[in-house]
Nanobody
Framework: QVQLVESGGGLVQAGGSLRLSCAAS????????MGWYRQAPGKERELVAA???????NYADSVKGRFTISRDNAKNTMYLQMNSLQPEDTAVYYC??????????WGQGTQVTVSS
């Protein structure tokens, strides 16, 4: 029973900050690549940030310098610190987990809305 549960979304004014969390169970968290994706209305799903089991990170160009991805293997939890939020960041944010040899799991999503 794989579960990825996002939390921390909400409504924030432009320039504000939010911290998203993804609590994982039913996976080998320490061996998993974890990532945050987002999808805005009428847009394709896009990768926001990813963090590998060894700690290497990748970021979309649009969020570099503003967002920081991290993980706590002792808590089986991944985080996304989002600063300097802009209306263009408004989307449903999804937690993702996969192994390098296969497997692909998704959370239910959490809404982030940034007002101007």
């Amino acid at each position: 029973q794989v579960q990825l549960v996002e939390s921390g979304g909400g409504l924030v004014q432009a320039g504000g900050s939010l911290r998203l969390s993804c609590a994982a169970s039913g996976i080998i968290f320490r061996l998993s690549t974890m990532g945050w994706y987002r999808q805005a209305p009428g847009k394709e799903r896009e990768l926001v940030a990813a963090i590998r089991s060894g700690g290497r990170t990748n970021y979309a160009d649009s969020v570099k310098g503003r967002f920081t991805i991290s993980r706590d293997n002792a808590k089986n939890t991944m985080y996304l610190q989002m600063n300097s939020l802009q209306p263009e960041d408004t989307a449903v944010y999804y937690c993702n987990s996969n192994y390098e040899w296969g497997g692909n799991y998704w959370g239910q999503g959490t809404q982030v809305t940034v007002s101007s």
